[in-house]
């Protein structure tokens, strides 16, 4: 392989596998849980949850949804990625306010077919602000879902299907939607072309 080349798919996805596993544990540890105490509220197997923190299985957005809420962190705290601002970001008080678009902390979900990446610079904002691609047949989560709050999406390429209390809204390119989070919900994309939406919400919860 070429000196320039990227590194293949798997081997991203393997770096990717450890780096979460290695904050799921660290998060684990300061939290003061066991593999089987935090296992046991999370819903997960003792085995599969020191899979995971070993970067031998890739969780599904379900579980690691389970385990942040075991952990009490938003799953975006879950996000990979460095947290740490280039010059011209910050103000004068040294708060961050840009994110550049290759510093983005990410997520990536081999199984829901879905990417998600953070658009604030942190998690300490009253607004939750976050990318995310669909691949042609993704969905969110296999069942609807619910958290509390408000939450607005802008579809920016594509089209998807916004379930809510089982009424669908299809979103094509420049269309949005804002409700109730605290309904169930659930996002499709039933095309075979991808799907990018930017979604707010708050408080942040995702």
Request: proline share 7%.
């Amino acid at each position: 392989m070429p000196a320039n080349s990227p590194p293949p798919v798997a081997a991203l996805e393997e770096e990717e596998a450890l780096e979460l596993g290695s904050e799921i544990r660290a998060l684990r540890l300061q939290a003061g849980l066991t593999l089987q105490r935090l296992g046991r509220a999370a819903g997960v197997s003792q085995s599969l949850l020191s899979q995971i923190e070993r970067g031998l299985a890739s969780p599904s957005i379900t579980t690691l949804r389970r385990i942040a809420a075991a952990l009490d962190v938003p799953i975006a705290t879950l996000f990979l990625g460095s947290a740490e601002a280039s010059s011209g970001e910050t103000d004068r008080l040294g708060r961050r306010l840009v994110v550049r678009r290759h510093e983005r902390k990410s997520l990536h979900v081999p199984r829901s077919k879905i990417a998600y990446e953070l658009l604030t610079p942190d998690l300490n904002r009253r607004v939750e602000f976050i990318w995310i691609e669909y691949e042609p047949g993704a969905v969110t989560v296999p069942a609807p879902m619910s958290h509390a709050g408000e939450e607005n999406a802008l579809c920016l390429e594509g089209s998807v299907v916004v379930t809510i209390d089982g009424q669908e809204f299809v979103l094509n390119t420049g269309d949005s939607i804002s409700f109730d989070s605290g309904r169930p919900h659930q996002v499709e994309n039933r095309t075979d072309e991808r799907a990018l939406l930017v979604s707010a919400i708050t408080p942040p919860a995702f």
